[in-house]
């Protein structure tokens, strides 16, 4: 695992897979509901996202799942109204590293999961992503 500082989306633009945090909520018209953080902001930069990642929730569950355009969910709470969980975090990153071996993907960018507007504090967190992550995996916070 490497740690970066930038922006996440600057990442994506130049051609990297992100994983955005998630929850597993969904609406009544069977979206996801991303209401902060990345995923807020991948729902306003993919149209129809949020009911793709929904579908997949409603299907399979609360999981990690490759949306299209370069964007993969990355669960770290069951509810917007939750602190992330650290046993969800772990399921994801065990998920994310198996799609990215399947996929075949040399470069994942990763939010710290959880820390932002969920609270957590990078160093309860960081141990778990160090267990699983290698280095096709960066980890990025904002600058400052």
Request: proline residues 5%; negative net charge.
């Amino acid at each position: 695992m490497r740690e970066l500082q930038g922006d996440l989306w600057a990442e994506h633009a130049r051609g990297a897979v992100v994983a955005i945090t998630t929850g597993g909520q969904v609406n009544r018209d069977g979206c996801c509901v991303m209401p902060r953080g990345c995923a807020r902001h991948a729902r306003e930069l993919f149209a129809g996202l949020d009911w793709t990642l929904g579908q997949q929730i409603l299907a399979h569950g609360n999981h990690v799942f490759d949306l299209g355009r370069r964007v993969v969910s990355f669960p770290v709470e069951n509810s917007p109204l939750e602190v992330p969980s650290l046993t969800l975090i772990e399921q994801s990153c065990r998920e994310l590293v198996e799609l990215t071996d399947y996929k075949g993907w040399t470069e994942v960018v990763v939010p710290r999961p959880g820390c932002g507007g969920g609270g957590l504090e990078w160093s309860s967190v960081s141990p778990l992503l160090e267990k699983y992550f290698d280095d096709r995996f960066l980890v990025i916070h904002k600058d400052g």
